[in-house]
């Protein structure tokens, strides 16, 4: 008979990349498509695109995961087939409903801190120095909003990734991938306490890891920041 240890190890070890895999994809998504629309909304706030970009976030956020998944399955399962596949795992294309899926709340944090950091960022008195100074304007929002707003982003990134993680468990069932949500959602409803333990635990530590990250990007991108 096989150590249980070994077993929980063997499937942690095929399901966790999985997972990693789709955490990791969603929470790029977010930052690529969440930065450009927070930058956009600050430098148009109070108009029409700023109340667009914030009615759209908002969405993202107010709709869950799995709803949406269940929305993706029927789009692409029954009005538009053969686009994209609904179920399985083993090509790039099975990642790509469940990736927005994830991304799509991520999106609308990422939008909503890159605002309000920008903003913030633009009001400080070096922004205005170099105004005066005749320094161009988009290398000046660039250069010095920016880059200097990426702080407060990455406070938002660093924990998403092991929290969406968490939140493959339901995409994960819907879409029919073999991921750590399968082997935990297993677990809990057959009361397979060892792997149920070990899988918070790896949860638990994936969460602190990515604080420690962050921590050391912060010092990174931020010389006043020091370790």
Same mark, same amino acid.
């Given at each position: 008979?096989?150590?249980?240890? @070994? ?17 990791? %994809? ?11 629309? %927070? ?18 976030? @908002? ?16 789009l692409f399962g029954v009005v538009f087939q053969g686009i994209l596949p609904v179920t399985g795992w083993g090509s790039w294309k099975d990642a ?11 999106i609308g944090v990422v939008a909503r801190y890159m605002r309000g950091s920008l903003i913030e960022t633009l009001r400080l008195d070096y922004i ?5 100074? %005749?320094?161009k304007y988009w290398p000046m929002v660039m250069k010095h909003g920016v880059k200097n707003s990426l702080t407060a982003m990455i406070t938002v990134?660093?924990?998403? +990734? ?18 750590? %949500? ?5 677990? +809990?409803?057959? +009361? ?19 604080? @420690? ?15």
């Open positions: 008979m096989q150590n249980p240890s @070994l077993q929980i190890a063997a499937q942690l070890k095929q399901t966790l990349p999985v997972s990693a895999l789709l955490a990791f %994809g969603s929470v790029l998504l977010s930052v690529v498509i969440g930065v450009p629309l %927070g930058i956009i909304a600050a430098l148009k706030r109070n108009t029409w695109i700023d109340y667009v970009v914030s009615t759209v976030s @908002l969405a993202g956020q107010a709709i869950p995961a799995f709803v949406l998944a269940v929305i993706m399955v029927l790509v409903l469940p990736v927005i899926c994830l991304a799509a709340a991520n205005r120095t170099a105004k005066a100074k %005749g320094v990134v660093g924990p998403q +990734f092991a929290f969406t993680v968490m939140g493959t468990i339901w995409v994960e069932q819907i879409f029919a991938i073999p991921g750590l %949500g399968q082997v935990m959602q297993t677990a +809990f409803t057959s +009361f397979d306490y060892p792997l149920a333990i070990t899988s918070v635990f790896l949860l638990g530590s994936m969460i602190m890891i990515m604080n @420690l990250l962050v921590d050391i990007i912060y010092a990174v991108i931020d010389p006043r920041v020091k370790l």
